[in-house]
């Protein structure tokens, strides 16, 4: 994880689904590279950019104003070629040609696989950088973009919750986080919802109901039901039609959320912390370390190689899923 490479030319991009925040950590690297004496060369389109030679050369003034920006100024895409060795060769090839001799890679745990793999094939110096809103990859406590994912979720099901409540419906709405639960509990939490299916805790239609029937009988008008995506019941509409099979008189509505979770004005915390994270990265790769996820833990800023930061996960919290029931009595 320590390499001897000098670094003169540093490339970063941005892949995988983008987050709030990714702009702040592009223009942390831009800037902290140029501060340090070194060039940097920002890659289009994740890995597609790679194999594409698709880049500018960036310059501190290429990153004015854009701390405030959602999305990301580099693109980014899912490149599933990237999983073929020939390919990725490709790219290597392409950043040697570019004299590049470190990168920075910003996105999820997809990435960092890529990431991973031109580390050890190539002997490439590469840092990652945890972007997306799931907030599912371990060895950080948050991922940017997360923390505006849930500020805008939760934005979203309070004005939801007003119509909920002028008209007696429960609504199931659907929230991102891929395979993970965190933004379901953390909504849920902060907007008083009845209660949340996440993958992390099986559940059944029929407990379900349960519950559901309990609520009104405490007198309960009207209900929000925080469904996560990638949950064993379905979607939130599959589960909706499952529920009003066995509730007939039940008025349900259904909203997806969707990718407006994505977009948007990253939040002050956001901006914090990839501002940190891309300043810490870039000091890292100039001070030699290499194949390693950059995060912060207990306001550390701490490293995770990325074979395991891939393989395990962060994990939810599972008492706030019991904290959240037990506030909506
Ligand atoms: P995220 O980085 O947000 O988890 P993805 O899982 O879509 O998003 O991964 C982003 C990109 O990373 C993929 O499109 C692909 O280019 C690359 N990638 C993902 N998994 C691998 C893998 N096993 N080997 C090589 N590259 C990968
Ligand atoms: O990883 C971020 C994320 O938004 C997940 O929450 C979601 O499952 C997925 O990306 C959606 O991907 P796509 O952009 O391909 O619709």
New binding site residues.
Partial sequence: MATKTKINRIGVLT???DAPGMNAAIRAVVRTAIYCGKEVYGFYR??QGLIEKSYMQMQSHSVSKIINQGGTILKS????E??DKFVREKAYNNLKELGIDGLVVI????????AD?LYKEHGLPVIGIPG?IDNDIYGTDFTIGFDTAINTAVQAIDKLRDTADSHNLVFFVEVMGRDAGFIALNTAMATGAETTLIPEIPTTIEKLCEYLLYERRQNKTSGIIIVAEGGDLGSANQIAAKVKERIPNYETRVTTLGHIQRGGSPSCNDRVLASILGYGAVKALLGGRSGVMIGQMQNETVFTPFSEACSRHNEINTKWYDITRVLSI
């Fill in positions: 892949s995988g689904g994740g890995y895409s899912r490149c599933p990237f999983k996105g999820g745990d997809g990435s960092f696989r890529g793999l997306t």
